[in-house]
């Protein structure tokens, strides 16, 4: 069993930047996955950003590339998502999730998800 509990969403203007925390309990293997995915009103869950719990190589959809970094810290087992020059299309409720799977993160193939937080961009 893994419990995600995300936090650093909020309301900000376009062009500042948020990080976001997914802070993580329970078993969790150096082979899985770490994700962000992200919900706005009336569209489906899309893709954001993936790292391997052990680190190494990350992954990011084309729209939040060279803008969102993921990274986590195995300490404090907490997975971050530095988000800079944020656009009011970025607006959404930000998901971590979690997958065992040997593949990439996919929401159909994430085991654990969190409950979310609220990112508002206003322009």
């Known amino acids: 069993q893994v419990q995600l509990v995300e936090s650093g969403g909020g309301l900000v203007q376009a062009g500042d930047s948020l990080r976001l925390s997914c802070a993580a309990s329970g078993r969790i293997l150096s082979s899985y996955r770490m994700g962000w995915f992200r919900q706005a009103p009336g569209k489906e869950r899309e893709f954001v950003a993936a790292?391997?719990?052990?680190?190494?190589?990350?992954y990011y959809a084309d729209s939040v590339k060279g803008r969102f970094t993921i990274s986590r810290d195995n300490a404090k087992n907490t997975v971050y998502l530095q988000m800079n020059s944020l656009k009011p299309e970025d607006t959404a409720v930000y998901y971590c999730a979690v997958t065992s799977a040997l593949v990439g993160i996919t929401t159909r193939n994430a085991n654990y998800w969190g409950q979310g937080t609220q990112v508002t961009v206003s322009s």
């Open positions: 790292i391997r719990w052990s680190g190494g190589s990350t």
